[in-house]
């Protein structure tokens, strides 16, 4: 395997999780705050936007937040490129979404943008510095890493959630 099949195989695990565990996901499960803001269907909204944005930065192609409507079909109000990072509270309750098909629908099209994103780098382009802000700087490739672990543990923690049961949300 090479490094492109190596990030590709990585970018699909979020995805494969999320599908399994949405049939899990009832409306009341999704929406439910478990001694935390963050729900499930923040947790999932959160994993596909923040693919989203850094791979748009990463591509210079439009986000499919709202390339492909999913901004107007979620109806959430926010923001185009608001992404759920440094959510308040009220910002991060105030995510409510009654459809687990439509958070797995919007995931699967990111990750399907992230996929396409990646067969068309050749190898060399992941050691590419795209970001010097850090010490040491970020190369494409660890950028590229970055945003699947983060969408991964995202997903993890809605799994997590989900395991709890709806007795976990009682009184």
Request: hydrophobic letters at 45%; proline letters at 5%; a negative charge.
């Amino acid at each position: 395997m090479d490094a492109i099949e190596l990030l590709t195989d990585l970018a699909l695990r979020p995805l494969h999780a999320a599908e399994a565990l949405q049939p899990k996901l009832t409306r009341d499960l999704l929406n439910a705050h478990p001694h935390h803001d963050n729900s499930i269907a923040w947790q999932l909204w959160h994993a596909a936007r923040e693919i989203d944005e850094q791979l748009s930065h990463l591509s210079g192609a439009e986000p499919v937040w709202t390339a492909q409507g999913f901004d107007e079909r979620f109806g959430l109000g926010v923001s185009a490129h608001d992404l759920g990072y440094g959510h308040s509270p009220e910002a991060a309750r105030a995510v409510v979404v009654d459809d687990a098909g439509l958070l797995v629908e919007h995931l699967r099209a990111v990750v399907e943008a992230q996929v396409a994103y990646l067969g068309g780098l050749e190898p060399g382009a992941l050691d590419e510095i795209i970001d010097d802000r850090w010490d040491p700087p970020v190369s494409r490739g660890a950028r590229l890493i970055s945003i699947s672990v983060d969408a991964a543990e995202h997903i993890g923690q809605a799994a997590y959630v989900a395991g709890m049961g709806p007795a976990a949300f009682e009184g």
